[in-house]
């Protein structure tokens, strides 16, 4: 028999598998180095959010024939009045700048120019994909540019949940009339994403399609610096960052941070200055903080918000998951679910 759970230990959630063969006394737990040694230490265990934490020691295990693991869970009933001990309401924010587009191959100034990903950009929309593959998402929000949207829908067919990225057409009213779903099933089993222009890249002004190498050898490297990354200094009849973070901001904060106090987790797939902006707010960053931040193409960033703060979960860059995310309690059983379902 194979299952797996949840332990925290040390702060940190880890998933862990464990095997018993026909001895049920012989039990091995595997992908889980850091139990492992501190075994018989305290160590907290949870699942799917019915159970409280407890000592678990090996002996719990070996001593008990045909008992598993599993059967040292405390159901919620049996909670003591310590609250601190419950789950408390958490969601997921992943922000995603799209793939490399053609025309951050060619280093052009592309702002609100309509560009598609590069094949390069699509792979790494893939990978981005695969990273979050085991995080739950209610919602999604792209920008009117089809790179993000690319993005976005390239990254959402790796989920392991296997829903459909529906784009939701709602701009008149013949539109969402026309694209309505009459399956309850079909609706739930679907990722609706919503496109906003107010999360469009920042307008570049008189330097969309110019080359930025160019540019910089015309006007100097500072000048050049200014545009692209102050805070207040608008590129020649373009926007500044501070006007893009007044509608991708004020966006974000009445579309989609009721979401996340609602309960509901949201993945958002932009541009570098939109996501900036976003990141400027989600980490109280000032004007001066916002300059030395650069957003790679394709690589999700995860945010927890919980009671009123986004808490930074680091990026999934890592050869693993483990590696890359600390994950939360509520999100490690939500991966738990999908390896049940996938069973
Ligand atoms: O619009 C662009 O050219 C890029 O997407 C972002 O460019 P930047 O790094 O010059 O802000």
Redo the contacts with the bound molecule.
């Keep these: 028999m194979i299952s797996s759970g949840f332990l925290e230990f040390n702060g940190a959630v880890q998933v862990y598998n464990h095997a018993c063969d026909s001895n049920p006394h012989n039990v091995s737990l595997i992908s889980l180095p850091v139990i492992r040694k501190g075994f018989d230490s305290d160590v907290r265990l949870f699942r799917r959010g019915i159970c409280s934490m407890r000592n678990f020691r090996l002996s719990d295990v070996c001593a008990t024939p045909q008992v598993s693991i599993m059967n040292h869970i405390t159901p919620v009933s049996d909670w003591n009045s310590d609250d601190s001990m419950r789950p408390s309401i958490e969601t997921a924010l992943i922000l995603i700048?799209?793939g490399e587009?053609m025309?951050?191959e060619k280093n052009?100034?592309?702002?609100s120019?309509d560009v598609p990903l590069t094949r390069r950009g699509v792979e790494e929309a893939i990978e981005a994909g695969k990273r979050i593959s085991n995080l739950p998402i209610d919602y999604v929000y792209t920008s009117a540019l089809i790179r993000s949207q690319m993005t976005a829908v390239l990254a959402l067919i790796q989920h392991r949940c296997k829903k459909v990225p529906i784009i939701i057409h709602n701009c008149n009213e013949q539109a969402e009339a026309w694209s309505q779903i009459y399956s309850d099933e079909a609706r739930k089993q679907s990722f609706p994403v919503i496109r906003a222009w107010q999360l469009n890249?920042?307008m570049?002004g008189e330097?969309?399609g110019l080359n930025?190498q160019e540019i910089a050898k015309r006007y100097g490297e500072e000048q050049v610096h200014e545009?692209?990354?102050s805070y207040e200094i608008p590129p020649p009849e373009g926007e500044s960052l501070q006007m893009c973070s007044q509608r991708a901001v004020g966006y974000f904060k009445e579309h989609i941070e009721p979401h996340l106090q609602s309960g509901k987790h949201v993945m958002v797939a932009a541009?570098?200055?939109t996501l900036?902006s976003i990141i400027m707010y989600l980490e109280k960053l000032t004007s001066r903080q916002v300059i030395g931040l650069?957003v790679s193409t394709g690589v999700p960033l995860l945010y927890i918000y919980k009671e009123g703060t986004f808490m930074k979960r680091g990026s999934p860059v890592g050869s693993s998951e483990a590696g890359v995310y600390a994950l939360t309690r509520n999100l490690a059983l939500y991966r738990q679910k999908l390896d049940e379902m996938s069973c």
């Excluded at 052009?108 to 702002?111: E, P, S, V």
């Design positions: 700048r799209h587009s025309w951050n052009l100034f592309t702002g120019v890249e920042r570049y330097l969309q930025k545009w692209r990354r541009h570098a200055n900036r650069e």
